[in-house]
C-alpha cells in the first residue's frame, strides 16, 4: 500500500538538555487509523503537534501525500497543510453556534458551506443542536461536533489528541464505534493520540507504542494487545 | 499579509514608544549649564529631602491605614464591614491633586471648615481652628487618604489567601490576636505590601498637581520651574533623569517583590479564615477605623465640591464646561481606542508567535505606567520637536509639536499597562489549544486574531477601554505639557482654576474627574468579588 504520510528520523527537543523525540520513523497508509499509544511524557503528542505544523521539528523530515511539509529547509504551516484536528478539551469555538463551528473551516459560498456543515452535524448525530451554544450540549455532544468540524473541511489527514478521553465509558465506547464506522465509510486516514490502549484496539488498524521518544512497538492492535495486556500504559 | 508582521510590529512600537525616555536619559551625558550647577549647589538637597520627607511620611501612614483595615475586613465581622470591603477603594477615584485642591478650600483661614467652626461657636474672623494645610504635612495627608487604596488592595488579596491553619497554629503557639497579625499574618504578606507601597511611593514621586498646589519643592516641581520657569529644557531634563533613576529602583524592587507575593500566598493547604464577631467598643473602633479613610479621602472632597458646584457655581454646566468635558471625552475615548488595540496587537503577536524576546518587551513596556507623566512630556516633546526639525516639515509640511500626536503618545505609554494586563487576564482564559484548532482549520494571522480572539476578548476590550479612559481624565503634568495651544481638559481646568484660587469654578471639573475615576473602583470590586473568599466558610 503507498505510504500516504511518512517520517523519517525524527527528533525534537524543547531545550538542549532533554530531547523529547529521539528518531522516529514511521509510515501511514491512505485510509488507514493508526493509533499512537505511550505513556504521559513520552513525545506523543508532541509528535501529532509536529504532524500537524504546530510545532517544528529539530531534525528529520515529515511528508504528507507526496509532499514534503517539513525537513531542514521547508515548512508548511498548519493553516497550509490541510489537516484536521481533534483534542481532548474540544476546543469549541465557545462563540460560535454549534453549525458555525462546522462551517467555520468549509471553503466556499455561504449557502455551501452551510449545507455541509449540516450534513457534518447529522453524520454525527447532532443536527438538532446546529443552533445551540456548545455550552449548552452535553460533553459526548461537544466532541460529536468537534469530530464534525475536524471533517469538514475534508482533511487529507485526520489528528486525533486523546479525542475520547474526557468522557465517561458508555458514551466513549458509542462515540468510538461511530467515529470509526464515519472514518472507514469515507476513507479518511487517521491519527489518534491515546494512553489507553482500549481506544487504541477499537478503533485502529495499527498501533505504535512509543516510550521515551522512540517507537518500541508497531503492529496490528491485537499484537500489541497480546504483549502489552500486563503493562499500564499511564505511567510508566 | 507576512507573517513576520507580528514580529515586526511590536518591536517597531516598542522603539518608538520607549524614545521619549531613552532621549530624557541621554540628557545625562550632555552638557550641563550654569542653571544646573546652581540647582546643584542651591536647590538640588531641598528636592531630595522634601521628597524623602514625603516619602517617609506618607509610606508610614499607608501601610497603617492600607494594612489595618484590610487585616480588620477579612478578619472580622462589624457594623459596615460588607460596605466597607469595597468603600475602602473609593479614595483611588480622587486624584492626590483634587483632595489637595479641596483641602485647602476646606481648611484655609476662611475655608468652608473654619467659618462652620466660627458660625457654630460665635467666634470671631480672627479665630482659625483647623491648622494650616499647605505644607509638607498636609501633602502627606493628601497622598495617604488618596493612595492608601493600593497598599490595602493587595494586602486585602494576600489577607484573603492565607490559610486559616497557618494563623490558627499562631494561637495555638500562645500569641494573641494583635501578635498574631504583627508576628505572622503582616511577615507571610510583606512581599504584596512593599508590592503595593511601591507603587504608592512611585505615585507620589511622579505627582505635579499637589505639591505645586501646596508649593513644596520636590523633583516634579523642580523640573516644571527650570523648564518653564528657567526655560532651560536641558537642565529640566537632567533634573528628571535623576528622578527617572529613583523611579527605576523602586520599579525594580516591585517587580521583584510581586513575583515573590505570587509564591508567599496559600498552596494546596488553604483552608478558608473564619470571621471574629466584634461588639462593643471594639466594634465601634473598627468602624471608625474604616470609615476614617474613606470620609477624609473620598466623602469630604465629593461633599465639598459638590458643594461649590451646586450653591456657588449653579451655572457651572456652561458652553465653557461642555466643550472642556467633549475635548476630554473624545480625547480619553481616542487613547483607549488606540492603546487597546495596541496592547492586543502585542498580546496577540506574543502568543502567535510564542516569542519570548516579545514577551520581554511588552513587559518592559508595562514599566511606562511608574514613568511620572512630567518625564514623559518632556521626552516626547524633545522627540517631536526632533521629528519636526528633521523630516515632518520638510517632508510632509506637518508641525507635530503642540498637535494631539504628542498627547496620544505619552497617555500611550502610561496607560500600555492597564490594557496590556487585562488583555493577558483575558488571553489566560482561552486555551491555546482553541488556537491550534483554528489553525488547522485553516485560519491563521489577522483571521485567527478577528474571527476567535477579538470576539473572546470582548470583555478585556472594553474593560481595558474604561481603565485607561478614567486614567487618561486624571493625568495633569503630561496634558498640561503637552496639549494643543487653547486646547483644555478637565484636568487642565481643575489645575488652571485652582491657580488662580478659583476653587468654586474647579469644582465641576473636579467632580467629573472623580465620577469617571469611579468606572475602575466598580471594575476592580467585580473583580474581586469573584476571587477567593466566595469560597469562604463564614
Known amino acids: 500500500m503507498e505510504n500516504f504520510l511518512q517520517i523519517k528520523d525524527l527528533k525534537h ?18 485510509g488507514e487509523i493508526i493509533s499512537i499509544l505511550g505513556p504521559s511524557g513520552c513525545g506523543k503528542t508532541t509528535l501529532l503537534r509536529i504532524i500537524a505544523g504546530l510545532e517544528k521539528q529539530s531534525e528529520g523530515t515529515v511528508s504528507i501525500d507526496n509532499q514534503m511539509v517539513a525537513d531542514h529547509l521547508h515548512y508548511i504551516p498548519t493553516e497550509k497543510r490541510n489537516v484536521g484536528l481533534v483534542v481532548q478539551e474540544r476546543a469549541l469555538f465557545p462563540h460560535l453556534t454549534n453549525i458555525k463551528n462546522v462551517k467555520f473551516g468549509i471553503q466556499g459560498s455561504d449557502k455551501d458551506k452551510a449545507s455541509t456543515a449540516l450534513d457534518f452535524l447529522k453524520l454525527f448525530k447532532v443536527e438538532k443542536y446546529a443552533d445551540n451554544f456548545p455550552h449548552e450540549i452535553s460533553s459526548g455532544e461537544q466532541q460529536r461536533v468537534a469530530l464534525a468540524r475536524a471533517m ?64 518500541v512497538q508497531n503492529g496490528s492492535p491485537k499484537e500489541v494487545v497480546s504483549i502489552n495486556s500486563n503493562i499500564s500504559l499511564k505511567n510508566s | 499579509m507576512n507573517i513576520n508582521f507580528w514580529q515586526i510590529t511590536p518591536v517597531v ?68 464591614k460588607n460596605i466597607f470591603e469595597w468603600a475602602l477603594i473609593l479614595p483611588f477615584a480622587v486624584p492626590p491633586y483634587i483632595l489637595a485642591y479641596t483641602f485647602t478650600g476646606l481648611f484655609d483661614t476662611f475655608g468652608t471648615a473654619n467659618n462652620l467652626i466660627r458660625d457654630i461657636f460665635f467666634l470671631g474672623d480672627d479665630f482659625t481652628f483647623f491648622p494650616k494645610v499647605r505644607n509638607i504635612y498636609g501633602a502627606i495627608i ?81 523640573i516644571f520651574r527650570t523648564w518653564y520657569g528657567m526655560y532651560d529644557l536641558e537642565t529640566a531634563m537632567q533634573l528628571a533623569s535623576l528622578l527617572l533613576i529613583f523611579v527605576t529602583i523602586f520599579i525594580f524592587i516591585e517587580r521583584r517583590s510581586r513575583r515573590k507575593a505570587a509564591f508567599s500566598i496559600a498552596g494546596s493547604v488553604y483552608k478558608p479564615l473564619k470571621l471574629s464577631q466584634l461588639t462593643g467598643y471594639k466594634n465601634l473602633l473598627a468602624f471608625i477605623a474604616c470609615l476614617l479613610p474613606i470620609f477624609i479621602g473620598f466623602i469630604l472632597p465629593v461633599l465639598e465640591l459638590s458643594y461649590w458646584a451646586l450653591n456657588y457655581k449653579l451655572d457651572f454646566f456652561n458652553q465653557k464646561f461642555i ?47 511608574a514613568v511620572p507623566g512630567l518625564i514623559l512630556a518632556i521626552g516626547v516633546m524633545r522627540l517631536l520637536t526632533f521629528l519636526d526639525r528633521n523630516f515632518t516639515i520638510e517632508i510632509f509640511n506637518l508641525v507635530l509639536t503642540g498637535s494631539l500626536v504628542g498627547l496620544m503618545m505619552a497617555y500611550i505609554i502610561k496607560s500600555y499597562a492597564l490594557s496590556s494586563t487585562t488583555f493577558d487576564a483575558g488571553y489566560e482564559r482561552i486555551s491555546p489549544r482553541i488556537d491550534d484548532v483554528a489553525r488547522s482549520l485553516k485560519t491563521s494571522g489577522w483571521n485567527l486574531l478577528s474571527k476567535v480572539h477579538v470576539p473572546l476578548l470582548k470583555t478585556s476590550f472594553l474593560t481595558s477601554m474604561l481603565l485607561v479612559v478614567a486614567e487618561v481624565i486624571k493625568e495633569l503634568p503630561a496634558t498640561l505639557i503637552l496639549r494643543p495651544f487653547n486646547f483644555d481638559t478637565l484636568a487642565v481646568s481643575t489645575y488652571i482654576y485652582a491657580a488662580e484660587e478659583r476653587m468654586y469654578d474647579a469644582a465641576a ?9 469611579l468606572i475602575p473602583i466598580i471594575i476592580l470590586t467585580r473583580l474581586i468579588r469573584t476571587s477567593r473568599p466566595a469560597n469562604r466558610d463564614n
Open chain 1, 13 to 30: 527537543s524543547y531545550n538542549s538538555n532533554s530531547e523529547v523525540l529521539k528518531g522516529i520513523d514511521m509510515e501511514v497508509a491512505k
Open chain 1, 152 to 215: 469538514a473541511p475534508n482533511p487529507k489527514i485526520l489528528l486525533m489528541d486523546e479525542p475520547f478521553g474526557a468522557l465517561d465509558k458508555e458514551l466513549k465506547l458509542e462515540l468510538r464505534k461511530e467515529t470509526k464506522k464515519i472514518l472507514k465509510d469515507n476513507g479518511i486516514t487517521s491519527i489518534i493520540v491515546s494512553h489507553d490502549i482500549d481506544d487504541a484496539s477499537a478503533m485502529s488498524d495499527r498501533v505504535l507504542i512509543v516510550k521515551n521518544g522512540i517507537i
Open chain 2, 13 to 80: 512600537l516598542f522603539l518608538i514608544f520607549i524614545a521619549p525616555v531613552i532621549i530624557v536619559l541621554s540628557s545625562l551625558f550632555g552638557e550641563y549649564s550654569d542653571n544646573w550647577t546652581h540647582l546643584y549647589n542651591y536647590v538640588l538637597t531641598g528636592y531630595i529631602l522634601n521628597s524623602l520627607w514625603l516619602v517617609i511620611g506618607v509610606s508610614i501612614c499607608v501601610l497603617v491605614i492600607g494594612v489595618g483595615t484590610a487585616w480588620l475586613v477579612t478578619n472580622y465581622n462589624f457594623t459596615g
Open chain 2, 142 to 222: 493628601v497622598f495617604s487618604f488618596t493612595l492608601y487604596p493600593y497598599v490595602y488592595l493587595v494586602s486585602r488579596m494576600a489577607f484573603i489567601n492565607q490559610s486559616r491553619s497557618i494563623l490558627e497554629s499562631g494561637r495555638t503557639l500562645g500569641f494573641n490576636q494583635f501578635q498574631v497579625f504583627y508576628k505572622l499574618a503582616v511577615p507571610m504578606i510583606r512581599p504584596a505590601i512593599v508590592a503595593g507601597l511601591m507603587l504608592v511611593i512611585m505615585e507620589t514621586l511622579s505627582d505635579f498637581g499637589a505639591v505645586d498646589h501646596f508649593a513644596i519643592a520636590t523633583f516634579t516641581t523642580g
Open chain 2, 323 to 369: 466643550s472642556t468635558a467633549l475635548n476630554t471625552l473624545y480625547l480619553s475615548i481616542a487613547a483607549a481606542f488606540l492603546c487597546t488595540l495596541l496592547a492586543l496587537i502585542i498580546n496577540f503577536s506574543i502568543r502567535y508567535k510564542t516569542n519570548n524576546f516579545l514577551k520581554f518587551l511588552s513587559s518592559f513596556l508595562t514599566v511606562g505606567y
Open chain 2, 509 to 517: 471639573p473636579s467632580i467629573s474627574i472623580v465620577l469617571v475615576g
